[in-house]
């Protein structure tokens, strides 16, 4: 049965046009029938895994849409758009809070000196926030944000700009145990220690890390990783997940891998 619905952002006018991390490099080339191609084997892996996938258009002015993940933070028919920091992306928040009125959300807003990139930074687990901020996102939007949504806030400083979305260096994983796994060096406080109560903490190497292994997609028991050459997944799958590759390497030009385009729904 699906019972988890998702929404992606179509990827014909991905391209690199400026510099906003420093895993974008102006002037690389984006090889885009590769990227249309592994944006659709992401989309049918997320399918298979049990998911119904949610496509809002393209925009030929906003490159980075594609990363849906940035477009707001939703519980249940909720959503609070994001205030991204960047102008080269601003322009985004019309397109996502226009997606989200017409699909029946009750959407509202951040006071819009406090920036915010939705789940790169942030997600409801139970009656917490769990976020971060630092680099993309300020601490008082993730305190309106639990404020408005009534959740207890859970939030951690990134230092590291390489890292600079909560979803590039920490994934929750879907197990009994609450497991998730994290890149300590990302984080101002290396132990996490604000998120060691609600999850068993299962540190990252390096290596796994500039693949953007946290950035994998759980769907159901299933976690959709970006590359096969990621020492955790033996972890993972000792832990009874079920592991899929999606190989996203056109978009990690961009700084982003499986998570980053997409965010769950229900
Ligand atoms: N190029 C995009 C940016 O820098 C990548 C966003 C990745 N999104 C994410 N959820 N980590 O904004």
């Given at each position: 049965?699906?019972?988890?619905?998702?929404?992606?952002?179509?990827?014909?006018?991905?391209?690199?046009?400026?510099?906003?991390?420093?895993?974008?490099?102006?002037?690389?080339?984006?090889?885009?029938?590769?990227?249309?191609?592994?944006?659709?084997?992401?989309?049918?892996?997320?399918?298979?895994?049990?998911?119904?996938?949610?496509?809002?258009?393209g925009n030929t002015?906003?490159?980075?849409?594609?990363?849906?993940?940035?477009?707001?933070?939703?519980?249940?028919?909720?959503?609070?758009?994001?205030?991204?920091?960047?102008?080269?992306?601003?322009?985004?928040?019309?397109?996502?809070?226009?997606?989200?009125?017409?699909?029946?959300?009750?959407?509202?807003?951040?006071?819009?000196?406090?920036?915010?990139?939705?789940?790169?930074?942030?997600?409801?687990?139970?009656?917490?926030?769990?976020?971060?901020?630092?680099?993309?996102?300020?601490?008082?939007?993730?305190?309106?944000?639990?404020?408005?949504?009534?959740?207890?806030?859970?939030?951690?400083?990134?230092?590291?700009?390489?890292?600079?979305?909560?979803d590039t260096c920490?994934?929750?994983?879907?197990?009994?145990?609450?497991?998730?796994?994290?890149?300590?060096?990302?984080?101002?406080?290396?132990?996490?220690?604000?998120?060691?109560?609600?999850?068993?903490?299962?540190?990252?190497?390096?290596?796994d890390a500039n693949?953007?292994?946290?950035?994998?997609?759980?769907?159901?028991?299933?976690?959709?990783?970006?590359?096969?050459?990621?020492?955790?997944?033996?972890?993972?799958?000792?832990?009874?997940?079920?592991?899929?590759?999606?190989?996203?390497?056109?978009?990690?030009?961009?700084?982003?891998?499986?998570?980053?385009?997409?965010?769950?729904?229900?």
């Open positions: 049965m699906q019972n988890t619905s998702v929404l992606m952002s179509s990827p014909e006018y991905f391209r690199i046009e400026y510099s906003i991390n420093p895993w974008m490099i102006e002037g690389v080339e984006i090889n885009l029938e590769l990227a249309k191609d592994q944006w659709g084997g992401l989309k049918s892996t997320i399918e298979k895994c049990g998911a119904e996938v949610n496509v809002i258009p002015v906003y490159p980075d849409l594609v990363f849906t993940a940035n477009s707001g933070i939703i519980k249940d028919k909720s959503v609070l758009i994001s205030n991204f920091k960047y102008q080269e992306r601003q322009g985004e928040e019309v397109i996502y809070e226009n997606w989200f009125r017409k699909n029946g959300y009750d959407v509202a807003r951040i006071p819009s000196e406090h920036k915010f990139e939705g789940r790169g930074d942030a997600f409801v687990y139970g009656e917490y926030l769990i976020g971060s901020y630092g680099i993309r996102s300020d601490k008082e939007a993730l305190l309106f944000i639990a404020d408005h949504f009534q959740l207890i806030p859970k939030i951690a400083k990134l230092v590291d700009e390489k890292f600079y979305h909560l920490f994934q929750q994983l879907p197990t009994k145990n609450n497991d998730a796994i994290f890149y300590p060096p990302a984080f101002e406080d290396q132990s996490l220690s604000e998120f060691s109560d609600l999850f068993n903490l299962i540190p990252i190497h390096e290596d693949q953007l292994a946290c950035n994998a997609v759980v769907i159901n028991e299933s976690v959709i990783f970006p590359s096969e050459n990621i020492e955790i997944i033996e972890t993972v799958a000792q832990l009874g997940c079920n592991i899929e590759i999606s190989n996203v390497s056109e978009f990690m030009k961009s700084g982003g891998a499986c998570q980053c385009l997409v965010i769950t729904l229900q």
